[in-house]
């Protein structure tokens, strides 16, 4: 298998000016509701409900035997969590992710505390391991489950001020974490991570960690360290992983990647001389590295 960066917002970017004024005014909504507690507290009322259980999404299954986000009416939600004895106040954890095209703003929440099974009957659904999952949902369906697993994590490991040591709190949508002492503001963080593919001209070369699944290469990738650009970073991680000096840099895209602790993928490409390619592999860091043919890729990805 192949690890590859998917980026469902770049086929907005040659839409219509009437899709674009939709997109602005619900990125205006979104950012209101992100200043406004009562006016975001209003709009989970009417709005759609994501769950997780333990930072693992509910997915229904569909007419057509696929599998979707279980996206909840917000009475409903509320309904089964009184039939299950939660207390009433769980819903207002719930964190704003998004708006549907609608105007329809979208909330996650986690309902670890309940019993699984209990709200897996009540929802006709399971929850599933977030990666598995994005093998099974479309491109459009992926990136509000990251998004919303990502700052349920935030949430749950960034509850005390690091200067003070005091609980912070947390406005409505769930934006931001403040220190009641110092007035110290917390935003979520996203972790720099550049990945990319290595190509001598004719072969692109992959790599592979002990933990990955059986059979699975990937391109290389590696955190950005203080200090460095994003080409210094590609450079170093080339050279510590398989002991090759990269020639050129060309950006690819970004994306947002919930793993480990919200990461952000910037995806590259890069060659290296046709007369240097003797890899030698860092052992402590991949497992294998190899070239691959153009067949090889093109068989793999079928």
């Excluded at 006709?124 to 697993?149: C, I, R």
């Excluded at 990319?196 to 699944?213: A, M």
Aim: charged share 20%.
């Amino acid at each position: 298998m192949l690890r590859t960066l998917r980026i469902p917002f770049s086929a907005t970017k040659h839409l219509p000016s009437r899709c674009c004024s939709g997109f602005v005014s619900r990125t205006r909504y979104v950012n209101q509701l992100k200043e406004d507690d009562e006016a975001c507290l209003a709009a989970l009322q009417n709005g759609h409900v994501f769950l997780f259980h333990h930072l693992r999404p509910l997915l229904q299954p569909t007419k057509t035997g696929t599998l979707r986000p279980a996206a909840l009416v917000t009475p409903d939600v509320q309904s089964f969590l009184e039939r299950l004895g939660s207390n009433p106040s769980l819903l207002k954890e719930s964190v704003l992710i998004g708006c549907s095209e609608q105007n329809q703003a979208q909330f996650c929440l986690d309902v670890g505390e309940l019993d699984q099974a209990a709200v897996e009957e009540a929802c006709t659904g399971n929850f599933m391991d977030l990666g598995k999952s994005l093998f099974l949902l479309t491109g459009e369906e992926a990136p509000l489950l990251t998004k919303g697993q990502a700052l349920l994590r935030w949430h749950q490991t960034s509850r005390f001020c690091s200067a003070t040591g005091q609980l912070t709190q947390r406005n409505q949508a769930g934006s931001q974490r403040v220190c009641p002492s110092n007035g110290i503001v917390y935003y979520p963080k996203m972790s720099p991570v550049v990945i990319v593919l290595v190509s001598d001209g004719k072969q692109c070369l992959l790599g592979r960690q002990s933990s990955f699944p059986r059979g699975m290469y990937s391109a290389l990738a590696g955190f950005c360290d203080m200090g460095e650009s994003l080409e210094e970073a590609l450079c170093r991680e080339v050279a510590e992983e398989v002991g090759l000096e990269v020639l050129s840099i060309s950006y690819s895209s970004s994306q947002h990647w919930p793993f480990p602790h919200s990461s952000f993928m910037l995806g590259c490409h890069a060659t290296v001389s046709p007369t240097h390619t003797q890899l030698q592999v860092d052992h402590a860091e991949l497992e294998d590295a190899r070239w691959f043919s153009v067949e090889e890729i093109r068989s793999a990805l079928k």
